[in-house]
């Protein structure tokens, strides 16, 4: 089976950028999201196609991707960012959903 | 608005089934995808699979092939996730989620999940 693979924490002060990676072999060739996921929440999409903001999301987050790797860059973190983060993407044929592990962002 | 309602609470028993129901309002039915994604007690995410509401085609997770059927009725705007041969290892909170067919705009509405616990 296909996996994604993100580093399981990160810590990160009120105001400092906070960034999480996630690794895939077919992510070069599949269109990758983010999601947030607040405790006793359902999650909510935060990013969509690599590095699109679905409407009412804040500016501060925001997407990239470099070869096998994509990257959630958090900008000015707050304390309401403290939150869950998965990101999610399909396998080289397009037919398989697959998230990643999860990463728990704490705000220290 | 739009939403995806799910239904309460389930307690079910070791191989018996499980069936939950995940109402559309609000959008064109079948112009989205419907996916299942469940989350075990301190866990991650996991995708199980997807129904497209327009023809009824289904695409399982290797994982859950042969225990995992996904249903649709467009008369309600509901579609169905029944999972067979239950273990305790099936005990997770069962969410649906929508993603509108031919466009990559991701899961971007959630129902509010579904809690199966399996215990004999």
């Known amino acids: 089976s296909y996996d994604l693979t993100q580093p399981p924490s990160v810590s990160v002060s009120p105001g400092q950028t906070a960034r999480i990676t996630c690794s895939g072999d077919a992510l070069p060739k599949q269109d990758a999201y983010w999601y947030q996921q607040k405790a006793g929440q359902a999650p909510v999409l935060v990013i969509y196609?690599?590095?699109e903001r679905p409407s009412g999301i804040p500016e501060r987050f925001s997407g990239s991707r470099s070869g096998t790797t994509v990257t959630l860059t958090i900008s000015g973190v707050q304390a309401e960012d403290e939150a869950d983060y998965y990101c999610?993407?399909?396998?080289?044929?397009?037919?398989?959903?697959?998230f990643g592990g999860g990463t728990k962002m704490t705000v220290l | 608005q739009v939403q995806l309602v799910q239904s309460g609470a389930e307690v079910t028993k070791p191989g018996a089934s499980v069936k939950v129901p995940c109402k559309a309002s609000g959008y064109t039915f079948t112009s989205y995808y419907i996916h299942w994604v469940r989350q075990a007690p301190g866990q991650g995410l996991e995708w199980m699979g997807l129904?497209?509401?327009?023809?009824?085609?289904?695409t399982y997770a290797q994982k859950f092939k042969g225990r995992l059927t996904m249903t649709r009725d467009t008369s309600t705007s509901t579609v169905y996730m029944d999972l067979s041969s239950l273990t305790s290892e099936d005990t997770a909170v069962y969410y649906c989620?929508?993603?509108?067919?031919?466009?990559?705009?991701?899961?971007?509405?959630w129902g509010q999940g579904t809690t199966v616990t399996v215990s004999s």
């Open positions: 196609k690599d590095n």
């Open positions: 129904i497209n509401p327009s023809g009824g085609r289904t």
């Open positions: 989620a929508r993603d509108e067919v031919g466009y990559p705009y991701g899961m971007d509405v």
């Open positions: 999610q993407s399909a396998d080289s044929s397009g037919t398989y959903r697959v």
